[in-house]
């Protein structure tokens, strides 16, 4: 079992920045692939972006390389998600999530955070 609790959201103006974390417990944070996905009122849930388990691969959503970056920090059981020039379409309850087998879809991930909200202002 990995146990994940996102923080770092909160209200921004559309062009700011803001830095998600998501801090796993349980079981062994290095051997998982992990992923940030995103879901906006009325819409379903939508690929942000991924980290292997090594962290030498990542992967974005289009709406989002250039402006987001991923990151982890197995050392200390977190995973970022530096988000820049924010947008009011980036408004979403924000989720982290872990996968046995490192893969990055959302059908590939095992476990769930309860998700941070992220409101952008116009």
């Known amino acids: 079992q990995v146990q994940l609790v996102e923080s770092g959201g909160g209200l921004v103006q559309a062009g700011g920045s803001l830095r998600l974390s998501c801090t796993a417990s349980?079981?062994?944070?290095?051997?998982?692939?992990m992923g940030w996905f995103r879901q906006a009122p009325g819409k379903e849930r939508d690929f942000v972006a991924a980290?292997?388990?090594?962290?030498?691969?990542?992967y974005y959503a289009d709406s989002v390389k250039g402006r987001f970056t991923i990151s982890r920090d197995n050392a200390e059981n977190t995973v970022y998600l530096q988000m820049n020039s924010l947008k009011s379409e980036d408004t979403a309850v924000y989720y982290c999530?872990?996968?046995?087998?490192?893969?990055?879809?959302?059908?590939?991930?095992?476990?769930w955070g309860k998700g941070t909200l992220v409101t952008v202002s116009s």
């Open positions: 980290i292997s388990w090594s962290g030498s691969d990542t």
């Open positions: 999530a872990a996968s046995k087998y490192d893969r990055t879809d959302i059908y590939g991930m095992d476990y």
């Open positions: 349980g079981r062994t944070f290095s051997s998982v692939g």
